[in-house]
């Protein structure tokens, strides 16, 4: 199926979720993770009208933004080395994988303008998965006060890798009731009205959730590499 196709599938799957959930289906937005396939596969999601790429390397990111920078808005999905912000700082518009205070100080020290980023939660508290633990989330939060280039737009997370829908959906609403607990703190700099959770396996248990941007790879541009 072409990229356009595949767009359509997921399109008609989130207005049945919406509509079964009563959800508007303008608050979701679409993501397409282009980190497996060539520039030329992502510029025909571009081309189908996705606006947001999503990339988790800074190698990827540069290279495709080279090519088609100015026509999307650009978002950093992955594990974020400190000293890998300053190549991508002026490039991005989001950053999803905020889980240490060294990495904002770092993002708040190299950024010329407020950045919207989600700190990331490890909520099924999986070894292999980066993102701070549940419980940690609040006091984080609390602290990121200090750089003021710092926004806090939302929660990021990865479910486990299972098609298990109790234990997918169980991570998803943890998710989302902290969401309420960092709204509750009304920090200016935390408006928090984003979930950034849903992936080709899991969105649409995501979207039942509360997930606002879903990151779609392998079932949207497909996988060359
Ligand atoms: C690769 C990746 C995705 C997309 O995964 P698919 O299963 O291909 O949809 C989403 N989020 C993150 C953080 C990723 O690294």
Redesign the pocket.
């Known amino acids: 199926m072409s990229v356009q196709e595949n767009l359509q599938l997921i399109q008609a799957n989130i207005m049945e979720v919406c509509s079964k959930t009563n959800r508007d289906p303008n608050e979701i937005k679409i993501i397409a993770?282009t980190?497996?396939v060539s520039t030329e596969t992502a510029q025909k999601a571009i081309e189908a009208g996705i606006e947001h790429i999503?990339e988790?390397r800074d190698s990827g990111l540069n290279q495709k933004w080279e090519v088609m920078g100015e026509r999307a808005i650009w978002h950093f999905?992955?594990t974020l080395q400190t000293r890998k912000v300053k190549s991508i700082i002026d490039k991005v518009d989001y950053i999803?994988s905020l889980d240490r205070l060294s990495l904002a100080e770092e993002i708040d020290k190299r950024a010329d303008h407020i950045i919207k980023c989600f700190v990331q939660v490890n909520a099924a508290n999986e070894e292999t998965k980066q993102g701070l633990s549940v419980d940690e989330v609040v006091p984080f939060v609390e602290k990121l006060k200090d750089f003021p280039n710092i926004r806090v737009v939302g929660l990021m997370t990865?479910a486990p890798f299972t098609d298990n829908e109790s234990v997918l959906r169980e991570t998803f609403s943890k998710v989302k009731k902290l969401q309420k607990g960092v709204q509750a703190l009304n920090l200016p700099y935390a408006p928090c009205d984003e979930l950034s959770m849903g992936?080709?396996?899991d969105y649409k248990i995501a979207i039942e959730e509360g997930a606002t941007m879903i990151?779609?790879?392998?079932?949207?541009v497909g996988?060359e590499f």
């Open positions: 993770v980190k497996y999503g988790n999905i992955g999803h990865m992936m080709s396996n990151r779609i790879g392998t079932s949207l996988k």
